[in-house]
């Protein structure tokens, strides 16, 4: 039995994009580094801003095309490349589908609790992990 080509595709395709967008993040994140130092997360904060913008401005772009943009590039860039580059872009595209269909409740909850609840599991894990050493 043939397995669905895009069954293998898809997957590649995503993966390809994730080691853009991860080695993208790890060179500017060394960049800001170097150049700023270590004292606030410049890297992070550029990263997740831009990824946030890249975000809004490809899933727009990609919906509002004339020529239709293939499924493939939209895996790519999307999932694969910002999806690595930081999931904070996809947070953020999350954030404005919810509230663009006005559910206001689940975003609220959605968007707070996800950056309030994100630093509790950090918090967490950091003591989970002083327990196991």
């Known amino acids: 039995m043939i397995p669905n ?3 293998i595709r898809n ?3 995503i993966s390809l994009g994730a080691i853009a967008g991860a080695l993208s993040r790890y060179y ?3 960049w800001f580094a170097q150049r700023l130092g270590t004292n606030f997360p410049y890297g992070t904060f550029f990263i997740n801003l831009t990824g946030c913008f890249a975000m809004g401005f490809f899933v727009t772009w990609a919906m509002d095309r004339v ?17 690595s ?18 559910r206001v409740i689940p975003t609220a909850f959605y968007w707070v609790g996800s950056a309030l609840l ?5 918090q ?10």
């Open 5 to 7: 080509i895009s069954a």
């Open 11 to 13: 997957p590649i395709v």
């Open 28 to 30: 500017i994140t060394l």
């Open 67 to 83: 020529v239709t943009i293939s499924p493939e590039v939209r895996l790519f860039v999307a999932t694969g490349v910002l999806g």
């Open 85 to 102: 580059y930081t999931t904070f872009s996809t947070y953020g595209l999350d954030t404005i589908t919810l509230l663009g269909d006005r």
């Open 118 to 122: 994100g630093i509790l599991s950090v």
């Open 124 to 133: 967490v894990g950091v003591s989970l992990a002083r327990l196991v050493r």
